[in-house]
């Protein structure tokens, strides 16, 4: 089975800008779960999709939203990039949820921003 | 305070073992986990343990749960370069829909 994929895999914007990252999950899982993890924060859950309805949400300004597609595919959308944006964005997907099922990661996307 | 403690270094010697301890404050976690970061990577599953287990075994990893003191602990025998990474723990509670992680033990193995 194929595992988690995350695109791009790095990112570079500037101040101001928006940006889109995308989460494929392993198939069959319907919960995918965002994160942001910053050296100086470490591991913050963003927000959990399922059937395309978000269940649960962190504590992010409007700025961060997302959605979830009727394939469980994943985006996230980043609005108005601050420079304290610059991050690692980890997806993780389980079969029905994190609470319940174990949660696997994917590789991150770098984003860096100027 | 933080619902998940870990140190956030631990040095070792390669060939020797590697403890890598967590504290956690929820009684009522089900499952703990430890996931394995390397640099520029995500997270990768290591192992995980049921809240009614005390031990469980994987090759060159020991988990041990104590539940009445809340630590949960990860040994890695025979430690090898390739074992250099930054260890999480993370815990599922019955109250909390999603895991809690710890900020990472940052493994560092020398020759």
Known sequence: KAGVTQTPRYLIKTRGQQVTLSCSPISGHRSVSWYQQTPGQGLQFLFEYFSETQRNKGNFPGRFSGRQFSNSRSEMNVSTLELGDSALYLCASAVRGPSTDTQYFGPGTRLTVL | ?111
Request: a negative charge; hydrophobic letters at 30%; glycine letters at 8%.
């Open chain 2, 1 to 111: 305070g933080e619902d998940v403690e870990q140190s956030l270094f631990l040095s070792v010697r390669e060939g020797d073992s590697s403890v890598i301890n967590c504290t956690y404050t929820d009684s009522s976690s089900t499952y703990l986990y430890w996931y394995k970061q390397e640099p520029g990577a995500g997270l990768q599953l290591l192992t995980y343990i049921f809240s009614n287990m005390d031990m469980k075994q994987d090759q060159r990893l020991t988990v041990l749960l104590n539940k009445k003191d809340k630590h949960l602990s990860l040994r890695i025998a025979d430690t090898q370069t390739g074992d250099s990474a930054i260890y999480f723990c993370a815990e599922n509670t019955g109250g909390s829909y999603i895991p809690t992680f710890g900020r990472g033990t940052s493994l560092i193995v020398h020759p």
